[in-house]
């Protein structure tokens, strides 16, 4: 169970405090679930996740080690660059990778997508929407978490990882 003032990863939302654990106005009379109240850190709003749910998938932040072992690997992170002319089948894989919650799967799918972005490029040619959806979305909870992780703005993310990686090649 988490406790008030946690930071987890929820969903698609991303990273989320948590600002209360009650039960709320809205459930039954007879209800006596318990829900955390979840504060989004880069959206506006309030999440009620019940306790025990096992519907909506939620995490603890990775912590501030995790996150500098994770950025400090990136350069000697493999990917293979996924290519496959039906929209659908792009947005499944895509979507299936985000669905896993996992920091190196996101750092995987954006450094191929930035890959394939570099390639299209030099074709002169523009990466396809899908593809940038869904660097964004993979980015977003990225930096989000890594923004969280390590205490830094989520704006500052980009500029703390090109630094860290300069710092370890020179």
């Known amino acids: 169970m988490y ?37 989004p850190l880069y959206q506006s709003g309030v999440i009620y996740a019940p306790v025990n749910n096992d519907k909506v998938f939620m ?44 920091c190196l799967d996101l750092l995987k799918l954006t450094k191929s997508i930035h890959q394939k972005k570099m390639d299209a ?6 990466l396809g929407q899908i593809d940038k959806k869904f660097m964004k979305r993979a980015e977003d909870l ?6 969280a992780a390590l205490n830094i703005s989520r704006e500052d993310v980009q500029t703390y990882i090109q630094n860290r990686l300069n710092d370890e090649i020179g």
């Not at 950025?71 to 947005?91: A, V």
């Not at 490029?121 to 523009?126: A, D, P």
Request: charge should be negative; aromatic fraction near 10%.
């Open 3 to 39: 406790e008030i003032n946690d930071l987890v990863m929820y969903g698609s939302t991303g990273v989320c405090r948590v600002s209360d654990i009650t039960t709320p106005e809205f459930a039954a009379e007879d209800e006596d679930r318990l829900y955390y109240v979840l504060e």
């Open 59 to 102: 995490r603890p932040v990775i912590t501030e080690d995790e996150a500098k072992d994770l950025i400090d690997n990136i350069p000697q992170i493999h990917t293979e660059i996924y290519k496959n002319s039906s929209m659908q089948k792009l947005t499944k894989y895509y979507q299936s990778v985000l669905d896993t919650h996992r």
């Open 121 to 126: 490029m030099k074709q002169n040619r523009h």
């Open 142 to 147: 990225l930096f989000g978490e890594f923004a």
